[in-house]
């Protein structure tokens, strides 16, 4: 047996060690949203100067003359990431389905799941590279959106997957029994009812992985590059919002920069929106 | 549990002989994964009668019942052996057509689960899979089942709100009108009113007497009150074993096994 020893540490010490591992925690906290703050700070000083509705409609500026607008980058933004949506989100989804609904505790699944955590910790620059390396390097050997939103799509997959399969395992069994049951199939079941109990889940996986690439600037600059024309076609360099705040922000022009400012002010006001919208997309159902 | 089914001599005491049963299991065994949890059960059940199984929990009455539609598949490891014959055919065998049995054979859950769909809709979405109806013909067919579980004077005017909306007690009748909508010809319930008021299981259990006019109803039920207010037959399981298989009047005033009192009388379960 252990002899049981009393540590007598004065009452005083204690409280002031209280005190002070609570005022340190405090003062993390508040350190961490007063940076949150101040970049919101300088994005917006920064950036709404330009701000306009022709900002938004018009091409992009030359060096030196005017602001001009980011319309290109952002249909370019738009367009791959809506290509990367189509190629990612069904993908995605039914892995997801396969997790939740077919594989569950079984060794292939766990590979996939494995897998799955582990792309999502690949950094995106090395996505990038393998996008440039497997699409932009094949035959017609150049830059593309497509390959911009082939790496986009790759970014997105994991998140879709894990959001999916966690929300499709919040759906009680018994739901899923009840559907069986009635000798509805398999494939109807997961289709037309267990989607439909965690159809908000499976947005919010959509767009929490909308939001995560919308930022992303390290696997379009190889494969997406840019563009100073309308992105009619994806199959050329297309233009896009992140890797124009990277050219304009180091370029020596005064007006490209405060454009650089403005088009990250745009983002930052489209992921404070998305995310708004979930916490409005995840309240809405704990209340029902 | 552990002792291997073959090596204890078991026989189930019946006072009562089903003529041409719905259902019969025959030497039906159940696993989990390496733990057996059904032991040679030998069960006929009656046309157009209740059929209540009782039992203290982890007897195995659900498990009995989870194989008469094979719901029980769905789960890895889980494996039903033996035969369990529906309309002389052995449902267990392979290549029988699970979606059919399903329609042919209901089943009606502990907890009531609406699907995340209009009340119209959680009664018409099963029915539209498995037969070929014009839009009248469906809504025809709704508003029967809905009043065959006693539930449509209630919801006639909601049928497009949501079925999460309704009662405790409500959403179980949905659920049964849902199931009525495929036309089965035998309804399994798996306790279901255990999470349900006394009032609205009282509408159940009257609903129950009613539908076996038409169907055959497997009822496991926890409440013995209940199974002798509804039943026309009861098994009792016990340990995975049938021990007794009775007329539920008989069996309720005069049980044959002292294990059946035991459990009867509330000594054990």
Same mark, same amino acid.
């Given at each position: 047996?252990?002899?049981? *020893?009393?540590? $007598?540490?004065?009452?005083?010490?204690?409280?002031?060690?209280?005190?002070?591992?609570?005022?340190?925690?405090?003062?993390?906290?508040?350190?961490?949203?007063?940076?949150?703050?101040? /970049?919101?700070?300088?994005?917006?000083?920064?950036? $709404?100067?330009?701000?306009?509705?022709?900002? %938004?409609?018009?091409? &992009?500026?030359?060096?030196?003359?005017?602001?001009?607008?980011?319309?290109?980058?952002?249909?370019?933004?738009?367009?791959?990431?809506?290509?990367?949506?189509?190629?990612?989100?069904?993908?995605?989804?039914?892995? +997801?389905?396969?997790?939740?609904? %077919?594989?569950?505790?079984?060794?292939?699944?766990?590979?996939?799941?494995?897998?799955?955590?582990?792309?999502?910790?690949? &950094?995106?620059?090395?996505?990038?590279?393998?996008?440039?390396?497997?699409?932009?390097?094949?035959?017609?050997? $150049?830059?593309?959106?497509?390959?911009?939103?082939?790496?986009?799509?790759?970014?997105?997959?994991?998140?879709?997957?894990?959001?999916?399969?966690?929300?499709?395992?919040?759906?009680?069994?018994?739901?899923?029994?009840?559907?069986?049951?009635?000798? /509805?199939? *398999?494939?109807?079941?997961?289709?037309?009812?267990?989607?439909?109990?965690?159809?908000?889940?499976?947005?919010?996986?959509?767009?929490?992985?909308?939001?995560?690439?919308? +930022?992303?600037?390290?696997?379009?600059?190889?494969?997406?590059?840019?563009?100073?024309?309308? &992105?009619?076609?994806?199959?050329?360099?297309?233009?896009?919002?992140?890797?124009?705040?990277?050219?304009?922000?180091?370029? &020596?022009?005064?007006?490209?920069?405060?454009?650089?400012? +403005?088009?990250?002010?745009? /983002?930052?006001?489209?992921?404070?929106?998305?995310?708004?919208?979930?916490? %409005?997309?995840?309240?809405? *159902?704990?209340?029902? | 549990?552990?002792?291997?089914?073959?090596?204890?001599?078991?026989?189930?005491?019946?006072?009562?002989?089903?003529?041409?049963?719905?259902?019969?299991?025959?030497?039906?065994?159940?696993?989990?994964?390496?733990?057996?949890?059904?032991?040679?059960?030998?069960?006929?059940?009656?046309?157009?009668?209740?059929?209540?199984?009782?039992? =203290?929990?982890?007897?195995?009455?659900?498990?009995?019942?989870?194989?008469?539609?094979?719901?029980?598949?769905?789960?890895?490891?889980?494996?039903?052996?033996?035969?369990?014959? #529906?309309?002389?055919?052995? #449902?267990?065998?392979?290549?029988?057509?699970?979606?059919?049995?399903?329609?042919?054979?209901?089943?009606?859950?502990?907890?009531?689960?609406?699907? =995340?769909?209009?009340?119209?809709?959680?009664?018409?979405?099963?029915?539209?899979?498995?037969?070929?109806?014009?839009?009248?013909?469906?809504?025809?067919?709704?508003?029967?089942?809905?009043?065959?579980?006693?539930?449509?004077?209630?919801?006639?005017?909601?049928?497009?709100? =949501?079925?999460?909306?309704?009662?405790?007690?409500?959403?179980?009748?949905?659920?049964? !009108?849902?199931?009525? !909508?495929?036309?089965?010809?035998?309804?399994?319930?798996?306790?279901?009113?255990?999470?349900?008021?006394?009032?609205?299981?009282?509408?159940?259990?009257?609903?129950? #007497?009613? #539908?076996?006019?038409?169907?055959?109803?497997?009822?496991?039920?926890?409440?013995?009150?209940?199974?002798?207010?509804?039943?026309?037959?009861?098994?009792?399981?016990?340990?995975?074993?049938?021990?007794?298989?009775?007329?539920?009047?008989?069996?309720?005033?005069? =049980?044959?096994?002292?294990?059946?009192?035991?459990?009867?009388?509330?000594?054990?379960?």
């Amino acid at each position: 047996m252990t002899e049981l *020893r009393l540590s $007598h540490r004065p009452a005083t010490a204690r409280k002031a060690l209280d005190v002070f591992v609570r005022a340190f925690s405090v003062l993390s906290a508040a350190l961490g949203i007063f940076f949150l703050f101040w /970049i919101l700070w300088v994005v917006l000083q920064k950036g $709404h100067t330009v701000l306009s509705w022709s900002f %938004f409609t018009s091409a &992009p500026p030359s060096p030196g003359e005017g602001v001009g607008g980011i319309k290109y980058a952002l249909v370019g933004t738009l367009k791959m990431t809506g290509l990367a949506c189509l190629m990612g989100v069904p993908v995605g989804l039914l892995t +997801g389905v396969y997790l939740a609904e %077919f594989g569950r505790h079984g060794a292939f699944a766990s590979g996939v799941r494995f897998c799955v955590n582990l792309l999502m910790g690949i &950094p995106s620059i090395l996505v990038g590279l393998f996008a440039y390396t497997i699409i932009v390097l094949a035959a017609p050997r $150049h830059y593309s959106g497509n390959a911009g939103a082939f790496a986009l799509a790759i970014i997105m997959l994991p998140t879709v997957a894990r959001t999916s399969e966690d929300m499709l395992l919040l759906v009680p069994d018994a739901l899923r029994e009840s559907a069986l049951a009635l000798g /509805i199939p *398999r494939w109807r079941v997961i289709t037309g009812i267990l989607f439909r109990a965690a159809r908000k889940g499976l947005l919010t996986g959509v767009l929490l992985s909308v939001s995560r690439v919308s +930022g992303e600037t390290a696997p379009l600059l190889f494969t997406a590059l840019n563009n100073n024309f309308y &992105p009619k076609d994806l199959s050329q360099p297309t233009a896009n919002l992140t890797v124009t705040i990277y050219n304009y922000a180091m370029s &020596p022009y005064d007006n490209w920069q405060r454009v650089a400012w +403005g088009a990250s002010l745009v /983002i930052m006001a489209f992921l404070l929106g998305v995310t708004l919208l979930l916490r %409005f997309i995840l309240k809405e *159902r704990h209340r029902s | 549990m552990n002792v291997p089914a073959q090596e204890t001599p078991f026989e189930t005491v019946r006072d009562v002989v089903i003529e041409n049963p719905v259902i019969s299991a025959q030497q039906l065994d159940f696993w989990y994964g390496q733990s057996q949890a059904l032991f040679a059960n030998d069960l006929d059940i009656a046309p157009r009668k209740v059929t209540a199984i009782i039992g =203290p929990s982890g007897c195995g009455k659900s498990t009995h019942l989870r194989v008469y539609n094979r719901i029980f598949e769905q789960y890895r490891g889980q494996r039903a052996v033996g035969r369990v014959l #529906l309309d002389g055919q052995d #449902l267990l065998a392979p290549g029988t057509d699970v979606i059919a049995l399903r329609r042919r054979v209901g089943m009606i859950f502990q907890k009531p689960t609406p699907f =995340p769909m209009s009340i119209f809709e959680n009664v018409a979405y099963g029915v539209r899979l498995h037969f070929a109806f014009s839009r009248k013909e469906l809504e025809q067919k709704v508003e029967e089942s809905l009043r065959a579980a006693a539930l449509w004077d209630e919801v006639k005017d909601l049928l497009h709100k =949501p079925g999460t909306a309704l009662s405790g007690g409500q959403q179980q009748r949905l659920c049964i !009108a849902r199931a009525l !909508a495929m036309s089965p010809e035998v309804l399994l319930m798996d306790e279901p009113t255990s999470a349900i008021d006394p009032v609205a299981t009282a509408r159940i259990e009257e609903l129950v #007497l009613q #539908l076996k006019e038409r169907l055959t109803v497997v009822i496991v039920t926890h409440n013995m009150q209940q199974a002798a207010r509804i039943s026309d037959n009861t098994a009792f399981f016990h340990l995975g074993r049938i021990i007794e298989f009775g007329a539920t009047a008989k069996m309720f005033t005069n =049980p044959s096994h002292p294990k059946t009192e035991e459990y009867i009388t509330g000594r054990f379960g």
